[in-house]
């Protein structure tokens, strides 16, 4: 939706950039007071007002004060620009209609994303406005052209109605007493009531009044203009209304006059049949227990019913009534109608007849046997109701129910119910569910939009439809899988080569998205034991497992026994990293100290601490283990945290023990970086601490490359202000970019063991180890090789001018109290 936006800055290129990046709205410019109330003035509605708190002739605050004060402009929504420290509180500013910060120097892609964010908000509230309007009109039209009286008790006082009683009456309502709003408010009700009928109607009221009855309806008699009479029926029910005080109610007026004198023999029962009858959608019948059914009565309804008129089907004169069934379901019907009448219950029972026309209707029949003296049947007496529209909408709902919105397959309730029929049925034979998993495209959603990732599942669900047969149903699992169920397979090879046909469909469509996916595989036989819910945990924890090992060269998991131990494995290890997450049993994350030497003065200038974790159903788990398990979770922010005090407790102790320039190297997570708060949280460990900052080292792997680079970026920078550094670790084995590299705020290269490794092997002219250590010189980063375990190694490193070592050579990890006692005795040892 585009808005009008009327911007407030003196600031020329504020105004160029927000109006160039909101080019889909209408921004009008003014730099002071004159010129905002002239354009406020001058434009029908302003929906927001984007106002510079920095302005040369005022404050922006100063000059909304002025805004604000002419009373029309109360409600205009304000979105500030300027600096954070110059804000108002924020209750202050709600009290202003201030509805929105954008902190200077303007970010113009937030700023676009907030403006369309309003402008959706705009829309809804439009759209909510003119859906109110609208249902306003349509109850207004209603209650002016529904033909029946209406009038409705404004007044607070509770009397039945004398002068000057406050009453809302429709048009019907006047034309049926002939007197208009006024006099009917002037006289009241009691004065245009006939006396005979006055006391009975008041005697009713009261009732209402009290609770006693929720309603009545009576016939009486009013008073015309010109004093004669006429009969009326007066339905009175109360009404409550929410924010009024007293005893409201609504009286709904018919006029019944005609009707009254010309039947006056009529009894009441008679009157409501007649009105039922009439109003039936549908026919009334009185029939004989035979063969045709053949109709002793019909009501008028027969012919919108039937497409024939009444006369039609009595005594089978052009139809029988048994000629209209569908033929399916005439048996049925007889079958029914039989056990109702043996057991003298109501018959009820619903079924398709075919009109005179040849058009099939759904019908509703509802009937009871009329016995003689004898206990024989003497007649079938009932109604039948058109229910074709309730049938329409029921097929209607259960479409719904049992389909996908977006790619009209099945779903995953309609699964469920095939389920549950086959094993009903006790089906036997060979069973197997597919589960596609393509969770991987929520990234593609974020990136270009669900209308975009919505279409590409749609595409997939045509390509996949055409594997689907009659033994091989597909369902769509919103938001991003496919289900098949297959039958009556062979064996798995045949499962095998579904799978690979699957693949080739994914990889055509999603290759060029770099979309990774999963398929899932769960079997199974004996249908009749076979536990649902269990069968459909099982196949998700296949595909789940799937889609993880995607970069694999396997990208289908048959559910197995293997594969529950290893997610019940990594359930075990999640439950007991939660614990430890929320502050409880911290001591089983522990950590050991390796040490890095400096092969200038060859002395130790720092540990770096490895966290370690013992579990207590399965002992030590390795890092590559639990870390993956926790970042997922995200329980690897507060045991990162953890981790940290524990190294600077560590780092505490060396330096009461004297050793006070030797730095603690800690590895973090992307998602620790990414979380909210990271910089200040770590800050704020360390000044509780009492540790200096420039002590401290954090290690990053190169999915910084791979991740949100210029987000993790800015972090470091601000690390590096409290004089933070900062190392890349295992250089050398994912998606470096030299490039990037150069911008980054690190301080320290770390050589990947590999690397090392292949010193041991290689002719020196081959190996590119030295030419890492020249580019890393070259950019001004210290190196520091990892994996370090023989002489050669170390001989190879010295000569090409290697900062640091670390390895075996040097030292396996250590627990905190070696590692104290280690340093003790070091003495130039390499």
């Not at 302003?46 to 708190?53: A, K, N, Q, S």
């Not at 009917?184 to 006396?195: C, D, F, R, S, Y």
């Not at 991003?480 to 080739?504: H, M, S, T």
């Not at 079997?523 to 694999?552: C, G, P, Q, R, V």
Request: charged share 30%; hydrophobic share 40%.
């Amino acid at each position: 939706m585009s808005i009008n936006i009327l911007l407030v800055s003196d600031s020329q290129s504020d105004c160029f950039n927000v109006q160039r990046v909101l080019s889909e709205h209408q921004v009008l410019t003014a730099t002071n007071k004159k010129e905002v109330l002239n354009l406020l003035e001058g434009h029908e509605e302003i929906h927001l007002l984007l106002l510079d708190m920095d302005l040369a002739d005022r404050s922006g605050i100063k000059l909304l004060e002025s805004i604000k004060a002419v009373e029309k402009y109360q409600d205009l929504r304000t979105i500030l620009m300027g600096q954070a420290e110059e804000r108002a509180d924020t209750l202050t500013e709600l009290e202003m209609g201030i509805i929105d910060f954008i902190e200077k120097p303007l970010d113009l892609n937030l700023m676009k994303a907030k403006i369309h964010a309003r402008s959706r908000i705009f829309e809804k509230q439009n759209m909510i406005k003119e859906q109110a309007e609208e249902q306003s009109k349509v109850l207004e039209t209603i209650l002016n052209q529904v033909p029946i009286g209406i009038g409705i008790s404004l007044d607070e006082s509770t009397d039945l109605g004398g002068s000057n009683k406050l009453f809302n009456y429709n048009p019907e309502f006047e034309k049926i007493c002939g007197r208009d709003v006024n006099e009917l408010m002037e006289l009241g009700w009691n004065a245009v009531t006939h006396p005979d009928d006055l006391q009975k109607e008041a005697e009713l009221f009261k009732k209402l009044q009290s609770g006693t009855i929720e309603g009545y309806a009576m016939d009486k008699r009013i008073r015309m203009p010109d004093n004669s009479y006429k009969w009326v029926h007066i339905i009175t029910a109360p009404l409550n209304f929410s924010k009024t005080d007293g005893f409201h109610y609504v009286a709904l007026l018919q006029d019944i006059d005609e009707e009254k004198r010309t039947s006056d023999k009529l009894s009441e029962s008679e009157r409501s049949k007649s009105v039922l009858l009439s109003n039936l959608q549908g026919m009334a019948y009185r029939c004989l227990n035979d063969r045709d059914w053949t109709m002793e009565f019909v009501s008028s309804g027969c012919y919108s019913l039937c497409g024939c008129p009444p006369d039609s089907l009595i005594a089978n004169r052009e139809f029988t009534f048994n000629a209209l069934i569908a033929p399916e379901y005439r048996e049925k019907v007889r079958e029914v109608w039989s056990e109702a009448l043996a057991d003298r219950a109501q018959f009820k029972y619903e079924y398709e007849i075919i009109d005179a026309y040849d058009k099939r209707k759904w019908v509703m029949e509802l009937g009871e046997g009329v016995f003689d003296d004898a206990g024989q049947v003497e007649a079938l007496e009932g109604i039948i109701i058109d229910i074709s529209d309730r049938k329409e909408m029921e097929d209607e709902l259960r479409y719904v129910y049992e389909h996908d919105d977006f790619t009209g397959l099945f779903n995953l309730n309609f699964l469920d119910k095939v389920l549950r029929e086959n094993q009903k049925a006790c089906t036997y034979g060979k069973h197997a569910l597919l589960s596609i998993n393509l969770n991987s495209m929520y990234s593609l959603s974020l990136k270009y939009g669900m209308q975009y990732s919505q279409k590409l599942i749609q595409n997939l669900a045509k390509s996949l439809e055409k594997l689907s047969t009659h033994e091989r149903m597909l369902f769509s699992s919103p938001p991003y899988r496919f289900v098949f169920y297959v039958r009556a397979y062979e064996d798995r090879q045949e499962l095998r080569k579904l799978c690979e046909q699957i693949l080739n469909i994914l990889h055509s469509w999603l290759d060029v998205e770099r979309i990774d996916f999963g398929i899932g595989v769960y079997e199974f036989e004996d249908f009749e034991t076979e536990n649902l819910e269990k069968a459909m945990k099982s196949l998700l924890i296949a595909s789940d497992e799937a889609l993880a090992s995607s970069y694999d060269e396997s990208s289908i998991y048959f559910y197995d026994q293997e594969l529950e131990q290893r997610v019940n494995r990594r359930y075990m290890i999640q439950q007991e990293l939660a614990l430890i997450a929320e502050g409880e049993e911290e001591e089983r994350i522990f950590l050991q100290f390796q040490p890095i030497v400096d092969l200038k003065d060859n002395c130790i200038s720092e540990f770096e601490a490895l966290a370690r974790f013992k579990s207590k159903e399965l002992g030590l788990v390795a890092p590559l283990e639990f870390i993956p398990v926790a970042e997922e979770t995200k329980d690897i922010i507060p045991i990162g945290k953890l981790i940290l005090r524990k190294a600077c407790k560590f780092l505490k102790r060396l330096q009461s023990q004297g050793h006070h320039n030797i730095n603690i190297s800690i590895n973090i997570s992307p998602v620790q970086i990414l979380s909210k708060g990271f910089v200040a949280h770590t800050i704020e460990i360390l000044s509780e601490l009492d540790v200096n900052p420039e002590n401290i080292i954090f290690e990053l792997t190169e999915s910084i490359f791979s991740e949100d680079y210029d987000q993790m970026n800015a972090v470091f920078r601000e690390l590096s202000k409290y004089g933070i550094r900062h190392s890349i670790d295992d250089f050398g084995t994912a998606y470096s970019s030299l490039s990037r590299l150069r911008e980054l705020n690190v301080n320290t290269l770390k050589i990947d063991k590999p690397f090392i490794d292949k010193l041991n092997d290689l002719r020196e002219e081959v190996t590119i180890t030295n030419d890492i250590i020249s580019m890393a010189h070259k950019m001004d980063l210290m190196v520091v090789a990892e994996g370090v375990e023989t002489k050669y190694q170390l001989d190879y490193l010295t000569s090409y001018d290697c900062d640091k070592v670390q390895g075996y050579l040097v030292s396996r990890p250590l627990d905190e109290d070696i590692a104290l006692e280690y340093i003790k005795n070091w003495d130039n040892k390499l």
